[in-house]
């Protein structure tokens, strides 16, 4: 899975309570993502980050809030969870948008996913 | 929204037979990547095809893309049974990456 791995792998929660899921990766890349992903709609884009520090939102981004304090750490929290977040949630990872020698590195890479519960 | 749609939702063949696989979105994009993913495990990147190429291939996977309808294809030649999994494409656009629904390949050995 590319050097990135993903903690908890499995999670039940009750409603109400904050959730912190953890993204690690040893690629040393400048982007990443996470998702949701639910039967029905694919993938969906929570939030990604572009840098340390610097995140922004994607397509389902509230209820959801990140943080990156570190090149190889992205977080993801669920203040207070509710059950319409019961979903597996994936990290993923790239170089970046852009081309370069004609290789195009807007490429993702995929953790192995974090199932969620909220009872 | 969802922008890519992949179609058929299902599809089951014999080992050996050719897998297509259809994928539509609605504006403009960088690129088109095609996605497999096994059950219960995370996706993996197939192949990535620019706005301005027409086709692509890598080992037994041709790729077309088709921007006048908006379109893509995913061709998987001599399927084997490993071939099973969910195919996901997703159009890149000023990263913003948005993934269809998937199509289900099973291959029957």
């Known amino acids: 899975d590319a050097g990135i791995t993903q903690s908890p792998r499995h999670k039940v929660t009750e409603t109400g309570t904050p959730v912190t899921l953890r993204c690690h990766q040893t690629e040393n890349h400048r982007y990443m993502y996470w998702y949701r992903q639910d039967p029905g709609h694919g993938l969906r884009l929570i939030h990604y980050s572009y840098g340390v520090k610097d995140t922004d939102k994607g397509e389902v981004s509230d209820g959801y809030s990140v943080s990156r304090s570190k090149t190889e750490d992205f977080l993801l929290t669920l203040e207070s969870a509710t059950s319409s977040q019961t979903s597996v949630y994936f990290c993923a990872i790239s170089v970046g948008p852009g081309l370069a020698g004609g290789i195009d590195y807007n490429e993702q890479f995929f953790g192995p996913g974090t199932r969620l519960t909220v009872l | 929204s969802q922008q890519g749609e992949e179609d058929p939702q299902a599809l089951s063949i014999q080992e050996g037979e050719n897998a297509t696989m259809n994928c539509s979105y609605k504006t403009s994009i960088n690129n088109l990547q095609w996605y497999r993913q096994n059950s219960g495990r995370g996706l993996v990147h197939l192949i990535l095809?620019?706005?301005?190429?027409r086709e692509k291939h890598s080992g037994r996977l041709r790729v077309t893309l088709d921007t006048s309808k908006k379109s893509s294809s995913l061709l998987i030649t001599a399927s084997r049974a490993a071939d099973t999994a969910s195919y996901f494409c997703?159009?890149?656009?000023?990263?913003?990456?948005?993934f269809g629904a998937g199509t289900r390949l099973t291959v029957k050995p």
């Open positions: 095809i620019r706005s301005n190429e």
């Open positions: 997703a159009t890149f656009n000023n990263n913003d990456m948005r």
